[in-house]
T-cell receptor
Framework: NAGVTQTPKFRVLKTGQSMTLLCAQD?????MYWYRQDPGMGLRLIHY???????AKGEVPDGYNVSRLKKQNFLLGLESAAPSQTSVYFC????????????FGPGTRLTVT | DAKTTQPPSMDCAEGRAANLPCNHS???????VYWYRQIHSQGPQYIIH???NNETNEMASLIITEDRKSSTLILPHATLRDTAVYYC???????????FGPGTSLSVIP
């Protein structure tokens, strides 16, 4: 099992550019999440999905869009990148049944200049 | 979700047991205790969770007091790779977002 993987690991964007971050999980988990982590801020939830074809907003959704066309993939898009979106982005997934914890990916370090 | 309180930092000698405490005095009856850790520059890692019974898995043991107002995460034989920030979280369900507080920075010393 690869668990949760994220692509790319690092990226530098100029202000106004767009990009998509890919999260993939091979554990057949129903729930998937996108978080961002900034120094001193802890994890903040951007968007999440409770199943294929469904998405919902988290705490800080502005400037981001997501899609979950396949159960194993959760995409995070930045339409017009801003310096305030410089952060480390983590994807996580969780099984529907039971009260299990979330499994996180290794993160994507994004810098917007 | 109930608030948790953890010491900001702890040291542990390599090979010894690391006992990380967490206070959650306002926990309600249907709230679970979860532990995660984050090694520097890596993604958070789920460790263990429990409701009222003690729990053990391949990574750690979780001891919850009878009144459920506090718990202890035990790493039985700490190694240098266990150096990380450990987060105690109290949640009713785990399909909601994870909110990490400051956590406890554990340093395992050779």
């Amino acid at each position: 099992n690869a668990g949760v993987t994220q692509t790319p690991k690092f990226r530098v964007l100029k202000t106004g550019q767009s990009m998509t971050l890919l999260c993939a999980q091979d554990m057949n988990h129903e729930y998937m999440y996108w978080y961002r982590q900034d120094p001193g801020m802890g994890l903040r939830l951007i968007h999440y999905s409770v199943g294929e074809g469904t998405t919902a907003k988290g705490e800080v959704p502005d400037g981001y869009n997501v899609s979950r066309l396949k159960k194993q993939n959760f995409l995070l898009g930045l339409e017009s990148a801003a310096p305030s979106q410089t952060s480390v982005y983590f994807c996580a997934s969780r099984r529907l049944a039971g009260r299990n914890g979330q499994y996180f990916g290794p993160g994507t370090r994004l810098t917007v200049t | 979700d109930a608030k948790t309180t953890q010491p900001p930092s702890m040291d542990c000698a390599e090979g010894r047991a690391a006992n990380l405490p967490c206070n959650h005095s306002t926990i309600s009856g249907n709230e679970y205790v979860y532990w995660y850790r984050q090694i520097h520059s890596q993604g958070p890692q789920y460790i263990i969770h429990g409701l009222k019974n003690n729990e053990t898995n391949e990574m750690a043991s979780l001891i919850i007091t009878e009144d459920r107002k506090s718990s202890t995460l035990i790493l039985p034989h700490a190694t240098l790779r266990d150096t990380a920030v450990y987060y105690c979280i109290v949640k009713e369900t785990s399909y909601d977002k994870v909110i990490f507080g400051p956590g406890t920075s554990l340093s395992v010393i050779p």
